[in-house]
């Protein structure tokens, strides 16, 4: 008797949820679209080394995906990584009233006029980086340390950053990550 209704009423449900997933699926596909469409610009115009540079600063991206998908699939390290992704979630809140703090601009060069100071590419290189060898996630210094200090150049490679504006970024990045992959370890034992 009533389930013409009740199934109208599911499907316009279903429809409205299936909208609104669309709506953020959308949003969060904005930011890796325009990344791609760089590359494109880039390498259709000859910059090969500025792409070069491009992908490199974008691997932070990358890294951050990484670790939430650690905090599903890898029960042994979970609360280590779920701290991290917190921790990289505050981190952008950080930077965030730090440039407006500093209120120093990028560099004209870069075709932005917004704040620099610090850079968080290279504040969320460091982190990752200073965490991970901190939390032992890794076992050795070389790599995540050589990373970031790629991802951290790329930035003034491209220029988007100065120097200055790195080093206060790695600086930074590097104190929280060393505190709170620290504070992950004493976590984890107490813990277990």
Same mark, same amino acid.
């Given at each position: 008797e009533g389930s013409p209704d009740a199934s109208a009423g599911q499907r316009a449900a279903m429809a409205a949820a299936l909208a609104r997933i669309g709506e953020i699926i959308t949003r969060w596909m904005r930011k890796p679209i325009k990344r791609i469409r760089n590359c494109q610009r880039l390498f259709q115009s000859g910059h090969y080394g500025r792409l070069g540079w491009y992908i490199v600063g974008?691997?932070?991206?990358?890294? %951050?995906? %990484?670790?939430?998908?650690?905090? %599903?699939?890898?029960?042994? $390290?979970?609360?280590? %990584?779920? @701290?991290?992704?917190?921790?990289?979630?505050?981190?952008?809140? @950080?930077?965030?009233?730090? $440039?407006?703090? =500093?209120?120093? $601009?990028? !560099?004209?060069?870069?075709? $932005?006029?917004?704040?620099g100071m610090p850079s968080y590419h290279a504040q969320a290189a460091a982190f990752f980086a200073v965490f991970l060898i901190t939390a032992g996630v890794?076992?050795?210094?070389?790599? !995540?340390? =050589?990373?970031a200090v790629l991802v951290a150049y790329s930035r003034v490679a491209i220029g988007m950053h100065s120097y200055d504006q790195i080093i206060v970024g790695c600086v930074l990045g590097g104190a929280l990550g060393w505190i709170l992959g620290a504070g992950a370890v004493t976590l984890e034992e107490a813990l277990h």
């Open positions: 974008t691997s932070i991206h990358w890294a %951050f995906a %990484f670790s939430v998908l650690q905090v %599903f699939l890898n029960s042994e $390290k979970r609360l280590t %990584f779920g @701290i991290l992704v917190v921790s990289q979630l505050g981190g952008k809140q @950080i930077n965030k009233t730090l $440039k407006r703090y =500093f209120n120093q $601009k990028r !560099p004209e060069c870069s075709g $932005k006029d917004s704040n890794v076992q050795t210094y070389t790599v !995540p340390l =050589f990373a």
